[in-house]
């Protein structure tokens, strides 16, 4: 018999710290993202604001896209999504339409997260969960921006 095994928010945040890790070094906003469902990653994606010269390529948006292109459907109801940075108003609007189950983030967002500008914007069945990993999310962010002035 196969023993089931569920890794826990920590696991999942490390794997999208790792993406946020890449896009430092490509010179995007190291913000990273996974989505995970059945307990699998079913899209990590980061930051490609620069590379595609769109200022949608959030990692939340690349992730949607590609979680929903893996599971051949538009809803993510199932799925839990790992950002490192609390989504901005851009990402939870698009989240709220994907009907993602379980948002997990890291550092929050004081100025541009989605808490600021609209807090009744996630899906009214989105369970959030914030600071998981915070430390580690904020001081890749708090890097990256001294290293730009």
């Known amino acids: 018999m196969e023993r089931l095994f569920t890794y826990d928010d920590n696991h999942w945040?490390?794997?999208?710290?790792?993406?946020?890790?890449l896009a430092f070094e490509q010179g995007e906003v190291p913000i990273g993202a996974v989505v995970v469902a059945n307990n699998k990653p079913i899209a990590q994606t980061h930051n490609q604001v620069e590379l595609l010269k769109d200022?949608?390529?959030?990692?939340?948006?690349?992730?949607?896209?590609?979680?929903?292109?893996a599971l051949g459907g538009k809803y993510l109801t199932d799925c839990t999504l790992y950002v490192t940075l609390e989504p901005c108003i851009m990402?939870?609007?698009a989240l709220r339409w994907?009907?993602?189950?379980?948002?997990?983030?890291?550092a929050s967002d004081p100025k541009g997260g989605y808490n600021r500008w609209a807090p009744l914007a996630p899906h009214p069945k989105t369970k959030i969960t914030a600071g998981i990993l915070e430390r580690e999310a904020q001081k890749l962010l708090t890097t990256?921006?001294?290293q730009r002035r």
């Open 98 to 106: 994907a009907q993602i189950g379980h948002i997990v983030y890291g």
């Open 55 to 69: 200022p949608t390529a959030h990692a939340e948006l690349l992730a949607i896209t590609a979680a929903t292109e």
């Open 91 to 93: 990402c939870i609007g």
């Open 144 to 146: 990256f921006f001294q």
């Open 13 to 21: 945040m490390r794997l999208a710290l790792q993406e946020a890790r």
